[in-house]
């Protein structure tokens, strides 16, 4: 069997959005699962567009995804002589011809054509004249009068095209680029393209390029045409659904692995399977279950999916990609014991990475800011004691573990007559700012007995402070 060959085609005249990294991630699965390659190819003809700035970010998209290319980028505006050769060869062999039409004399015969009930378009009027390349000439193939061309589509079946419906369509301008249909063949068949999967938009391109590849007597390669994704309206997606650029998906807290497995869902079943990690994708993906229906983009699930990948990571895998959130954040943490320490804390409750690094900040913090509500309420003085004896017995502890805090807290509330709930609370905002955090236990330990202790005596400092203050102002 030849080795399979995908490729993805971005044009870079924008970001890489959640329909064309499906597209990528479908041909990269089906490469990686049979072993094959996968090309990258930047398809920038159009110069006005196309730009530096859309390409580093199609590149950085694809690499945060994970999705790897065997070869390429290739790009298209590098490839005008190859284009100019195949086309001489059409040429040359009586597949294409030389035409000497102005747009608005191809106008008038659509206009005629139009007239008389038929299809409006070219009236194939230069095929039988042997025209030379001249300074205003298009190149056009020629294409069949009569008979189907069928599409034979893994994924939509076979779709027939009456070959009537098609005129003899320009594959050179009259400046000498080529043509998107002729450049697109030429490309896949010189870089070995024998799989194509891509957005069934493309479908109406289809036959136009296969007339190519039959006129250059090159094999046709496989054909699947995937559906469009929808918005959760089921109309076309767009960023009132949810749908960003991908780098907006990684800025929010979204792992590379909850994006691919998300995406190859929109498309592609495995019976009643949605949860995937990236290895087991590899191996289970194929053509044969790919999706004729549209599929529905829906942010609730993508968070969701999120959550139950950030779950199944282990702290240190969670640290690379949370350190960059961290960033953001005016933090500079290591990927070390203490950092996979306090992921651990966050982890079941934190849906993607923002939401971790905003949990993870006070962990980080030399100087605790407190929430002016839950100091009023939980830092006062009637609460002192208990915080002055928290700091004391966890000094004394030899072993800082979780037994050993318990009983801690055991001892303080024999020693009060106080529910474990009264001395928490206070001894987490003493630590954390705030009445919200990880569980007690799990927190102390990750912030370490040092920290824990400094935490302490700076709530108490504020107690006096504060009490101090307020006996300033009764005085005057």
């Known amino acids: ?37 996968f090309v990258l190819r930047i398809e920038d003809t159009d110069a006005a567009r196309s730009t530096k700035k859309s390409v580093d970010a199609i590149l950085e998209s694809l690499e945060w995804l994970g999705m790897d290319w065997d070869e390429g980028p290739y790009f298209q505006s590098e490839r005008y002589s190859i284009y100019n050769e195949y086309i001489e060869k059409l040429v040359e062999s009586g597949s294409a011809y030389y035409c000497s039409c102005t747009p608005d004399e191809v106008n008038v015969m659509r206009e005629v054509a139009k007239a008389r009930g038929l299809k409006p378009m070219y009236n194939n009027i230069c095929r039988q004249k042997n025209l030379k390349k001249g300074e205003n000439t298009v190149v056009r193939l020629k294409t069949p009068d009569q008979g189907v061309t069928i599409v034979k589509d893994v994924v939509k079946g076979d779709t027939a095209f009456q070959n009537t419906e098609m005129d003899d369509f320009i594959i050179q301008r009259s400046d000498g680029s080529a043509m998107y249909n002729l450049a697109v063949v030429v490309d896949d068949l010189t870089m070995g393209i024998n799989t194509i999967i891509r957005g069934d938009d493309h479908l109406i391109n289809t036959p136009k390029q296969m007339l190519i590849y039959k006129a250059l007597g090159a094999p046709m390669p496989v054909f699947g045409h995937v559906p469009m994704v929808l918005g959760s309206d089921k109309s076309r997606l767009s960023k009132r659904h949810g749908a960003m650029s991908v780098g ?33 994708l590899i191996e289970k993906f194929d053509l044969e279950h790919l999706g004729r229906s549209a599929s529905m983009f829906d942010m609730d699930k993508l968070f969701a999916l999120n959550s139950k990948h950030i779950q199944n990571k282990t702290p240190e895998q969670l640290a690379g990609p949370l350190l960059f959130h961290l960033k953001t954040l005016g933090i500079d943490a290591d990927n070390d014991a203490f950092t996979q320490g306090v992921i651990q804390t966050l982890q079941p409750r934190s849906k993607t990475l923002v939401e971790m690094a905003q949990g993870a900040a006070f962990y980080y913090q030399d100087n605790i800011k407190f929430d002016e509500k839950a100091a009023k309420k939980f830092l006062n003085p009637d609460i002192k004691a208990i915080l002055q004896k928290s700091a004391d017995y966890i000094k004394d502890l030899e072993a800082y573990t979780q037994e050993a805090l318990e009983n801690v807290f055991k001892r303080i509330m024999e020693e009060t007559d106080l529910k474990f709930g009264k001395i928490a609370q206070p001894l987490r905002v003493a630590i954390t700012g705030t009445t919200m955090s990880p569980g007690i236990f799990e927190m102390l330990l990750a912030l370490g007995k040092d920290k824990t202790i400094q935490r302490i005596k700076s709530a108490i400092q504020l107690i006096e402070d504060s009490l101090a203050a307020s006996l300033g102002e009764s005085s005057k």
């Open 248 to 280: 907006e998906y990684k800025n929010m807290g979204f792992l590379p692995d909850t994006m691919i497995n998300y995406l190859v869902r929109l498309g592609w079943s495995h019976g009643d399977q949605e949860f995937f990690e990236r290895n087991d």
């Open 1 to 37: 069997m030849d080795t399979i060959v995908t490729r993805f085609p971005p044009s870079p005249t924008g970001y890489l959005h959640i329909g064309g990294a499906r597209t990528a991630l479908f041909n990269w699965l089906y490469a990686r699962k049979n072993k094959g390659k």
